[in-house]
């Protein structure tokens, strides 16, 4: 069975199709994540040239309303849906800057392009076996981001996205390695480098009491930080407009 399953990982990554490197969306232009303890939203990145830069808002601010809506009652999938709506709309946002000062802004939305210089789509898959469901689209934190986060959030979460944004950096030579392996050896390295980063995360897991917990896994919502594009693609299951 356990053959089995590394045979299907590594045929998924070997055969799937390539993501694209530029990404369209609908929106404002705003990455947003909803801190799980305090429930507040943290604007966490902003699009160039988008309407949320344009109309000064900054990273590391607090959203607290959207369209008239406390975001601290939405699911992160509904905020996402009303800043980024599949139609051409204007999306009203309350933000709290740095010092603690509201702003109300009225944004109208435009078709956003974003790059993906760095993204890797075959490792991406791959990865995807390899750490938990809600830590594998995890992205660096920035340090204004990180002062808004609970002081149980600190504690219990973020030293695991740490740990697997560095597991993350320390796998990727190894993938290119097989990669680049001749078509007969690829699939053999790929199962040698499964198994290694399954007992590493196994002896790990008995090692440091913050890789234990359930939300790593069990989570309905966003437990870190993911572009708004990934995010919007995760809620179209879930949400329609």
Do not use: H
């Not at 996402?80 to 109208?108: A, D, F, G």
Request: glycine residues 2%; positive net charge.
């Amino acid at each position: 069975m356990k053959k089995l399953i590394i045979s299907t990982i590594i045929i998924l990554t070997l055969t799937s199709p390539v993501l694209a490197e530029k990404t369209d969306f609908p929106g404002v232009g705003l990455d947003i994540f909803k801190e799980p303890y305090s429930k507040k939203v943290i604007i966490t990145d902003i699009i160039p040239d988008s309407p949320a830069q344009k109309a000064g808002i900054k990273i590391g601010s607090e959203l607290v309303s959207v369209n008239d809506k406390k975001t601290k009652n939405l699911s992160s999938c509904a905020i996402i849906n009303q800043i980024s709506p599949n139609t051409e709309s204007t999306v009203k946002l309350v933000v709290k800057n740095s010092e603690r000062k509201l702003n109300t802004y009225n944004l109208k939305t435009e078709e956003l392009t974003i790059d993906e210089p760095n993204r890797e789509p075959y490792f991406e898959i791959f990865w995807s076996q390899i750490a938990p469901r809600n830590l594998k689209d995890a992205v660096p934190i920035k340090p204004e981001i990180v002062k808004q986060f609970s002081r149980k959030y600190k504690k219990n979460i973020l030293p695991a996205v740490t740990y697997w944004l560095n597991r993350k950096n320390q796998m990727m030579p190894g993938f290119k390695y097989c990669m680049t392996d001749s078509e007969d050896n690829q699939e053999t390295c790929l199962v040698r480098l499964w198994i290694n980063e399954t007992q590493k995360t196994q002896a790990d897991e008995m090692k440091y009491k913050f890789l234990q917990s359930d939300m790593l896994e069990t989570a309905e919502d966003e437990i870190t930080l993911s572009p708004t594009w990934i995010q919007k693609y995760r809620c179209k299951f879930e949400y329609s407009n």
